[in-house]
């Protein structure tokens, strides 16, 4: 009798000890397929900027970042969250030496830059690939969402997205689209446009700005010179430098500037580049969100 009960007291807690394990596993689905993660991992390694902005927005730290050796590129709405990291070099090529160190449990990369360096990359641990260059504003959220569940706080992250999007809703109110935006980069050699495929012209559109730029159907930018700006002769051109002297100097001068409408109403507005085009996160949204606000409603210029 007491041999039987003891039987069933040992199969319970073997079933239950089951049900936790299978409960405590993390299914993902990521750009490269499906990783099953045995629990929710706590020494993370990022390889890419809106990945750590995805963390930071839950309170969570990486331990390893892929920073560029400046951790003043990532904005500091994202570097005061976060606890001190390791950095493992450059995102277009992290080190796989000082990752291996870490001892990293997950590591989070984006498609585009690390596809090559995937198999590598998992031998030395569980490895999603997310998009992030190139990405949209809603791709952001995606893969926040991906993340959110990766780390084993898919609630949280939930939660902390449709905070974002009612503060995006409440933007969105403060906004018209009588006037057309635009955002580039120059530098030296010339202009890129950012269009509505872009995380920038998306973020524009769901804030109901209107696009100075054509839908791009294949890409999310394209290169321009003094004539492509004329065509698309934006009310407000948002720009960032990546070089003290760009084409703009040298464009200023030629009889062509004086027909943009920028040139008559001075809505030129040189923005932060970590901002604007490389953080590209939930946070990097909502700084946006709120400088465009200052700057189109407020008439202010950014600190930047």
């Given at each position: ?61 990486p331990i390893g970042v892929a920073d560029d050796l400046d951790p003043e590129r990532i904005i500091p709405e994202v570097r005061d ?110 202009m890129w446009m950012h269009g509505p495929l872009s995380f920038t012209g998306s973020l524009f559109n769901y804030l109901g700005l209107k696009a100075a730029l054509p839908d791009l159907k294949d890409s999310h930018l394209i290169q ?81």
């Open positions: 009798m007491l041999v039987a009960v003891f039987q069933r007291i040992i199969l319970t807690l073997i079933l239950i000890c089951s049900v936790f394990s299978v409960q405590a596993s993390i299914e993902v689905k990521h750009e490269l397929g499906t990783l099953v993660l045995p629990g929710a991992p706590k020494r993370i390694v990022v390889l890419e900027y809106s990945f750590i902005d995805a963390l930071a927005a839950i309170g969570m730290s969250l976060l606890e001190p990291w390791t950095s493992v070099g450059m995102r277009s090529q992290p080190s796989l030496e000082v990752i291996a160190r870490l001892k990293p449990d997950l590591i989070i990369g984006d498609v585009y830059r690390h596809r090559v360096s995937y198999e590598d990359l998992s031998k030395i641990a569980p490895t999603i690939l997310l998009k992030s260059r190139g990405e949209s504003y809603l791709d952001a959220l995606k893969s926040a969402e991906i993340i959110g569940k990766a780390v084993g706080k898919e609630q949280e992250m939930l939660d902390r997205i449709a905070q974002h999007k009612q503060l995006m809703d409440d933007y969105r109110l403060r906004f018209n689209n009588a006037e057309t935006m635009q955002f580039t980069t120059v530098n030296e050699r010339g321009a010179n003094l004539e492509v700006l004329l065509r698309v002769n934006p009310d407000w051109l948002f720009y960032v430098r990546s070089k003290p002297v760009t084409v703009l100097e040298s464009w200023e001068h030629n009889p062509l500037f004086k027909l943009l409408k920028i040139s008559k109403t001075h809505q030129m507005v040189e923005v932060s580049s970590a901002l604007w085009s490389l953080n590209r996160g939930m946070l990097a949204a909502e700084g946006i969100a709120k400088e465009l606000d200052n700057i189109v409603n407020n008439k202010s210029k950014p600190d930047s």
